[in-house]
């Protein structure tokens, strides 16, 4: 049995810096990964995915190419290529991660599967290697989240993809089949179809995106229709099949029974907390109805001395929320900082369709189901000078001020670069600033931003 400081279960972005702020501190931790360095982030998340949508951008840009009065003639996409430039992308974030860790003499990576044996050890079970038996004081869980396989009849017995092996496709597909219409079905809808595929959306809900307001669904809706990506909404797959190197997805709706067929499916239904197989019902750990580990304000669960963060822990499923988890939980355990907290704080995130779907704070349903009094202002990019300059005119600005203090609630920003206009209002919100000082900022020309002034002009009454 060896002994440390901390255990630290998965290096993924909760797990990696945490482990550099303990080690930092001269204490000694053993972060134990079974996979990969760098979670779903740097493997299958965010860095892959984010670089074939560049890839699956330039194809779109290319095919524009004379709208901008440059003849190119014929392309073609190379779908081997584009997965070495991601294969590559990863490698390097991979191996920068890998490195950074290796830094500290504190830190010992081991490659394994942890199981508790009690609430202050854990076994390792090392592939071709004996186990490890390891104790500390202090053990920290950062296992991530997987793609959720729903039961549907015969899908088990059928060749699909989930959204970490799609990205392992050396083919264009010829007709891409995407179950889920949530953020990572549109993602690599619009990526597919860029690439060439012909793309087909299904999904329960009765509409895409259906946590966005109506007028987000329905420019999306638009943009994807423009792009020729069928969408089904109300619909529920009851069953499907794989014959002749086709694959068909029967479904009902409200108008009966359907089918589509296509040559490859994508199953992107969700994730599920990977909480299993880490042995914690020996020790009393508490999940939640959807396997969730619960924790408290200190990211401690039931059993004191186990600590969770990041998916596994419920927290919003993003990168930069499980990284702040990781701030959080060191200032208030090693720290002593309570005054931090992860209650209330802001969640941004962006959805990288194209245009970008970004969020901060409130939208106008969240802020009526509250009961929370509000105006709103819009400002569509078919009147924003950059876009118009770049012909990239899809979509709009949105925001939510409270009437009283003049201060911004939230905002949508669907546009091109949406995330980094986003993050703009989110610093406005952090620092206060009334939404009517943006109005009157002398803000660069000609950028998207200074579409922010155009935007808070537009702030009136819901009534």
């Not at 630290?8 to 990969?36: D, F, H, N, V």
């Not at 760098?38 to 965010?46: E, F, L, P, S, V």
């Not at 509409?207 to 969408?231: A, H, Q, Y």
């Amino acid at each position: 049995m060896k002994k440390f400081d901390a255990i630290i279960i998965g290096a993924g972005q909760s797990g990696m810096p945490l482990a550099k702020k303990i080690g930092a501190k001269g204490l000694s931790l053993a972060l134990i990964e079974k996979r990969a360095i760098g979670g779903t982030c740097i493997n299958d998340g965010c860095s892959p995915t984010k670089t074939m949508a560049a890839s699956a951008r330039v194809a779109h840009l290319v095919s524009r190419a004379g709208d901008f009065g440059v003849d190119v003639g014929a392309y073609t996409v190379n779908q081997k290529n584009v997965k070495k430039r991601k294969d590559y992308i990863v490698d390097l974030f991979r191996g920068g991660a890998s490195k950074g860790l290796e830094k500290s003499e504190q830190i010992t990576i081991i490659m394994g599967k942890a199981v508790f044996q009690t609430n202050r050890s854990v076994r390792v079970e090392r592939e071709g290697k004996s186990d490890l038996e390891l104790e500390a004081d202090k053990i920290f869980i950062n296992t991530g989240s997987a793609p959720r396989i729903p039961e549907i009849k015969g899908l088990a017995e059928c060749p699909f993809l989930d959204s970490t092996s799609i990205m392992e496709l050396e083919e264009t597909p010829e007709h891409l089949i995407v179950l889920g219409g949530g953020y990572i079905g549109l993602e690599f809808g619009q990526m597919f179809r860029r690439f060439g595929s012909k793309v087909t959306i299904m999904d329960m809900a009765s509409r895409l995106v259906p946590k966005e307001d109506t007028d987000v669904c329905e420019e999306i809706s638009s943009i994807f229709k423009e792009e020729l990506i069928d969408t089904k909404v109300n619909i529920e797959a009851k069953k499907v099949s794989f014959s002749n190197r086709e694959i068909t997805v029967a479904y009902e709706d409200k108008e009966g029974k359907g089918s589509v067929s296509g040559s490859h499916l994508l199953v992107a239904t969700g994730r599920t907390p990977s909480s299993a197989a880490l042995g914690l019902e020996t020790v009393g750990v508490t999940l939640s109805d959807r396997g969730h580990i619960v924790v408290d304000e200190n990211f401690e669960t039931s059993v004191p001395g186990v600590y969770a963060l990041g998916d596994v822990a419920g927290s919003p499923p993003f990168t930069h929320m499980a990284y702040h988890d990781a701030y959080l939980a060191f200032k208030r355990i090693y720290e002593g900082n309570t005054d931090l907290s992860k209650k209330d704080r802001l969640v941004p995130y962006c959805v990288f369709i194209d245009p970008q779907l970004a969020r901060i704070g409130l939208n106008e349903e969240q802020a009526k189901a509250k009961g929370i009094s509000y105006q709103t202002g819009k400002f569509w990019m078919k009147h924003a000078g950059r876009a118009l300059e770049t012909d990239e005119t899809k979509g709009f600005f949105k925001v939510l001020v409270d009437p009283e203090t003049r201060q911004i609630l939230g905002a949508t920003i669907l546009s091109l670069d949406g995330g980094e206009i986003m993050a703009v209002l989110q610093m406005a919100m952090v620092g206060k600033v009334p939404f009517d000082q943006i109005q009157h900022l002398p803000i660069a020309h000609p950028t998207l931003a200074e579409s922010l002034n155009n935007l808070m002009g537009q702030v009136k009454s819901t009534d």
